[in-house]
């Protein structure tokens, strides 16, 4: 611990208000050093993002690349350079052009639909800083999902998640609630569950997982880590016969190919794999249960 003679006594307000104690001689250089804003990453005050635009899903014809350059900050995201964009838009060419075309609602990581490709890889884009993917003044290429149907520019139909999660029944059963069984959770449950339940439904995990878009009907991680969660919940775990059954069937849990890009890519950490190895081993238990018992 510090001796008590060693601490230099604070400055009073009025001192520090008149600046009495400032050694006048000091070059003004190293003064103006102290306040210069920080270097921009690559010397660079603009940005430029390079996107791919489409006017309408079903106008593959009006496919293109655009660039644009938006004045850098500190702390910039994606989705602050897309809204600088929306409020002027001209390309870098000097065109006046259509806004782009993207979603965000939240912008603080809950609603998932900010979810694009930014230099390739599934991302939530107000989460995205322009520092990290463009940290040597480079382009910043930005995409929409390519598992998805297009609408416009950055913008994808996820409906087929939702499609997804009504096939397995990811809800619970109100009505279930009145029935005599134990409601009881036990910590583990609640602490798995909770894990489970932070998806967004952002839609990153199907993008990157070679098994799941058009070409196949694969439900995907998201709607099978569904199944592992409510199987957990004292009440939802009544109908985890129905839903098991459905995560069995066409599309189901046999379609995984254990690539496992999406526990890499999923914003929330969630232990998808982990999900997906439990709803394989209820379904095992499930089946050998008919097989036996009939
Ligand atoms: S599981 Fe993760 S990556 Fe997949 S939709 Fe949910 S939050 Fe997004
Ligand atoms: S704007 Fe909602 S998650 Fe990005």
């Known amino acids: 611990m510090a001796d008590e003679d060693d601490i230099e006594p604070e400055e009073s307000e009025e001192e520090a208000a008149t600046g009495d104690d400032v050694d006048a001689s000091e070059p003004a250089r190293e003064k103006s050093k102290e306040t210069a804003p920080a270097p921009m990453p690559g010397g660079s005050e603009l940005v430029t993002l390079k996107i791919r635009r489409q006017d309408e899903g079903a106008r593959p014809e009006s496919k293109r690349w ?3 350059e938006v004045p850098r900050s500190p702390g910039m995201t994606v989705v602050t350079a897309l809204n600088a964009i929306r409020r002027a838009p001209k390309n870098k060419a000097g065109t006046d052009v259509a806004p782009v075309a993207f979603e965000a609602t939240c912008l603080e990581e809950v609603c998932g639909g900010c979810t694009m490709l930014v ?3 599934p991302r939530l884009a107000c989460a995205t800083l322009i ?3 463009s940290p040597k003044a480079q382009a910043v290429v930005l995409q929409p ?3 998805f149907l297009l609408v416009r520019d950055l913008v994808v139909d996820r409906s087929r998640m939702q499609e997804s999660l009504r096939k397995v029944e990811a809800w619970v059963a109100i009505d279930a609630a009145s029935s005599d069984e134990p409601t009881r959770q036990s910590q583990t449950d609640q602490r798995v569950a909770y894990e489970r339940s932070q998806c967004i439904d952002c839609g990153a995990c199907l993008e990157a997982c070679p098994q799941f878009g058009p070409h196949s009907d694969f439900i995907g991680a998201a709607a099978l880590n569904e199944v592992e969660r409510l199987g ?10 129905r839903r098991l059954d459905a995560a069995m069937g066409p599309g189901g849990i046999s379609g995984c190919g254990k690539a496992q890009n999406c526990v890499e890519v999923c914003p929330r950490k969630i232990p998808l794999t982990e999900s997906i190895a439990a709803v394989g081993r209820s379904a095992t238990r499930r089946l050998l249960k008919d097989w036996i018992f009939g």
Do not use: M
């Open 131 to 133: 520092d990290e993917v």
């Open 145 to 147: 999902l390519s598992s």
């Open 119 to 121: 230099n390739g890889k």
């Open 232 to 241: 957990r919940h004292p009440v939802g775990g009544l109908s985890n016969g």
């Open 66 to 68: 655009e660039e644009f």
